[in-house]
């Protein structure tokens, strides 16, 4: 268990719609990233977020959001959902934002589009 | 931006065997090279890491080593056993996020 977690599990969702995505980071860590991993991109960098501030921006579309709040969990928001966007999302965290970092992933939410 | 290239994209080894993986990073710059393991249905898992201020790092059956004047590093995995059977992955980075390898599926048969 890497004291990552996410919530939920699975999402299954029709064309157009609105979903979020919930992660608490481990004890002590003040930074989370989501990454997105689909069959044929592999895990793609979106998003980080410092203690409340976002750090760096990576592939994420402009459909797509993500905050995190004063108690450090991290909300990414999905909206006007296409097939597409079916995929596995992996949030993570790490103590800081430095280089060198360990990053440490939760079991991620299955998204199926449909 | 740093890109990160992974072979083989599989592989396929006896029990006992040894299992090496390569990958070559785009960005000088990148100081810092992890290696995650993953398993079906779960996260990435961090297994070894490597510094750019470090040649080889060794952890039991694994061992990571690094070229920073190639750019580029690899994993030895010796003495496999099946339950080594999974995804890898390498990365790369310089701040805080980790750009990442397409992936090797290893298969180890017992």
């Known amino acids: 268990d890497s004291g990552v977690t996410q919530t939920p599990k699975h999402l299954i969702t029709a064309t157009g719609q609105r979903v979020t995505l919930r992660c608490s980071p481990r004890?002590?860590?003040?930074?989370v990233y989501w990454y997105q991993q689909s069959l044929d991109q592999g895990l793609q960098f979106l998003i980080q977020?410092?203690?409340?501030?976002?750090?760096a921006k990576g592939n994420i579309l402009e459909r797509f959001s993500a905050q995190q709040f004063p108690d450090l969990h991290s909300e990414l928001n999905l909206s006007s959902l296409e097939l597409g966007d079916s995929a596995l999302y992996f949030c993570?965290?790490?103590?800081?934002?430095?280089?060198?970092?360990?990053?440490?992933f939760g079991s991620g939410t299955q998204l199926s589009v449909l | 931006g740093e890109n990160v290239e992974q072979h083989p994209s599989t592989l396929s080894v006896q029990e006992g065997d040894s299992a090496v993986i390569k990958c070559t990073y785009s960005d000088s710059a990148s100081n810092y090279f992890p290696w995650y393991k993953q398993e079906l249905g779960k996260g990435p898992q961090l297994i070894i890491d490597i510094r750019s201020n470090v040649g080889e790092k060794k952890d039991q059956r694994i061992a990571v080593t690094l070229n920073k004047t190639a750019k580029h590093f690899s994993l030895h995995i010796t003495e496999t056993q099946p339950e080594d059977s999974a995804v890898y992955f390498c990365a790369a980075s310089k701040t805080g996020k980790l750009i990442f390898g397409q992936g090797t599926t290893l298969q180890v048969k017992p």
């Open positions: 993570a965290s790490s103590v800081g934002s430095t280089g060198g970092e360990k990053l440490f």
């Open positions: 004890s002590g860590d003040l930074s």
């Open positions: 977020y410092y203690n409340g501030e976002e750090r």
